[in-house]
């Protein structure tokens, strides 16, 4: 049957006798790589290959350019279309009702109670009403302001260091971008002190931010063993800590859900948990009045959603910045490219604001954007069709039926540096491609991307409400970063500077997404911060 679907499809498709789709296959199939490659012949390899988790960051985009922009994978379970082509992607990220989100994400993001990322229909349009408004552009000079405090703290540390060496930075970048969530996002404001560590005691007192950056680090096992397991006294001490975090969630939910809602109206900064809140109990008495279909969000809504924050926000951002800390590092062209721009938008301001500043920082964007397209944090979104099935048209005009039940999966490696959209040099890093070459009265400076082309932060109606937050952070913190000082690769004994960059470039490619793409050696990239 899936084999007739794949066919009645008119699009290319590879066979796979077994059902790749679990979350324990996705964990076991990552060391199967290198028998892959090594034992497996023709198109049996790339059958295999192409449900290899993170496969789509390890191989580029040869599969794509061996079989074609769209194929299907047809498995004993459910048929995986492998979408690369743009139109098609803009086609199922309009259409949220026939594509709805993966059950395995919903597994894994609703772990902590629903939230707006699983849900689909109705209940998703609610959800949406309240908390894209509460992550909306009032929480930036907000964002501005603390991600610049935290990066000036790293900064001084960092060059405070023996010969401004550091190891760490990655895990440093981390720590400002959990600081900043915590603040933002929690009203729970900390100091930088140095880089992220989670929480290992299980008896120790732990933050909210504390006991959710813990939850996110270790979400797959989260979701997969019951607290009981890891409570255990023979597990290792950090998953008797998760327990402990997993077990103190309800109760300090509802605390700081208490706390939001007695100090209402004292005067106090507003928080992304007090927006979430307010918008919600006043939904709540809009409903009342009217009798009308629930609005509002419930108690384990809003609990979810507070999770989802950290899990949605914190290390997409984090590991953007540190990502992006490498490249800066392995292109001081590129580096000198942005200082100048520094240089000469805040000059010596010692304490630039957002509203006058962060328009006129489009390098340091255009650097952003350029490390989220070839180092996208989410590798592929996946999308259930329950429905019989639906037509998608790609770039060049072919229509084909995609045949229900499936998953799609809308591949960001391959839209984001197919040729035929990013032109020849779509896999090199050229921060230039993002700037509008001669911009007209009120244009802005940055181009858009053709619809499809640029998913980092997903399109559409689900497009991610946090990709504002996410932007004035990461230029508030590169900014902070490069106005001071300067970073370079450290060199190895022998080693020349430009095989020095060359390694860090590698160190970047030795990446494995978990949730998110992360490095597998972050302390490889062995950085010297100088001062300007
Ligand atoms: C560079 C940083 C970020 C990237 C690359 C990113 C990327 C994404 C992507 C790709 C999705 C869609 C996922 C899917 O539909 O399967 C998404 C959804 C979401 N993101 Fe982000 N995100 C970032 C930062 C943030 C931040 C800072 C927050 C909030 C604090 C946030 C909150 C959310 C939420 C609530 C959703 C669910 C939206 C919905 O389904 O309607 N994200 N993000």
Not at 216 to 242: D, F, G, K, N, W
Not at 314 to 331: N, S
Request: proline content about 7%; aromatic content about 8%; hydrophobic content about 40%.
């Amino acid at each position: 049957r899936n084999i007739q679907a794949a066919r009645a499809s008119g699009l290319p498709y590879l066979v796979l006798p077994l059902n790749p789709d679990n979350p324990l296959y996705m964990i076991f199939s990552v060391p199967l790589w290198p028998f892959v490659e090594r034992f497996l012949p023709g198109s049996l390899h790339d059958a295999v290959l192409a449900t290899i988790y993170g496969w789509e960051f390890l191989e580029k985009s040869s599969l794509f350019h061996r079989i074609g922009p769209v194929f299907i994978l047809v498995t004993t379970g459910l048929n995986r279309v492998m979408c690369g082509d743009a139109a098609m992607t803009s086609q199922v990220m309009a259409r949220r009702n026939v594509f709805t989100q993966h059950s395995i994400s919903k597994t894994m993001m609703g772990v902590f109670g629903g939230n707006v990322l699983v849900a689909d229909g109705d209940d998703w349009s609610r959800q949406r009403r309240i908390v894209a408004p509460s992550l909306n552009e009032r929480i930036s000079p907000t964002v501005w302001r603390e991600s610049i405090d935290q990066a000036t703290q790293m900064v001084r540390s960092m060059l405070a260091l023996p010969g401004g060496e550091t190891r760490g930075s990655v895990h440093g970048i981390r720590a400002i971008a959990i600081n900043v969530i915590g603040r933002v996002a929690y009203g729970d404001p900390k100091p930088w002190l140095k880089p992220i560590e989670f929480p290992t005691d299980p008896d120790a007192d732990m933050s909210y931010t504390d006991v959710v950056g813990l939850m996110t680090e270790l979400i797959i096992v989260a979701a997969l063993v019951p607290i009981r397991i890891l409570r255990l006294s023979v597990m290792p001490r950090l998953l008797q800590t998760l327990g402990a975090a997993m077990e103190k969630m309800p109760r300090q939910t509802k605390d700081m859900l208490d706390y939001e809602r007695h100090r209402a109206g004292d005067g106090h900064p507003d928080t992304i948990t007090s927006r979430l809140v307010r918008l919600s109990d006043q939904a709540k008495l809009v409903d009342h009045d009217k009798t009308a279909s629930k609005q509002y969000l419930t108690e384990e809504e809003i609990s979810g959603n507070l999770f989802l924050f950290t899990t949605a926000g914190f290390d997409t951002t984090a590991f953007t910045m540190g990502y992006a800390l490498g490249l800066l590092a392995a292109y001081p062209e590129w580096q000198r490219w942005i200082q100048a721009e520094l240089d000469q938008v805040l000059g010596d301001d010692a304490q630039p604001e957002y509203t006058d500043v962060f328009p006129k920082l489009t390098r340091c964007l255009a650097f952003m954007l350029e490390t989220l397209r070839l180092f996208t944090p989410i590798l592929h979104l996946p999308r259930d069709v329950l429905s019989s099935g639906t037509t998608l048209t790609t770039t060049s005009g072919t229509a084909h039926e995609i045949v229900g039940p499936c998953i799609v999966y809308l591949v960001s490696t391959y839209l984001h540096t197919n040729p035929a959209d990013w032109g020849d040099d779509g896999d090199a890093f050229r921060p230039t491609r993002w700037l509008n070459p001669s911009p007209k009265e009120g244009e802005p400076p940055i181009i858009t991307p053709a619809p499809g082309t640029f998913i980092a932060w997903s399109g559409g109606p689900r497009q991610c409400p946090g990709l504002k937050m996410s932007q004035v952070e990461f230029v508030a913190v590169i900014s902070t970063i490069l106005r001071t000082c300067s970073i370079e690769p450290v060199t190895k004994d022998g080693e020349t500077m430009d095989q020095a960059r060359q390694r860090l470039l590698d160190v970047m490619q030795d990446s494995q997404p978990t949730t998110t793409l992360r490095m597998k050696r972050p302390e490889d990239i062995h950085l010297r911060w100088v001062k300007r």
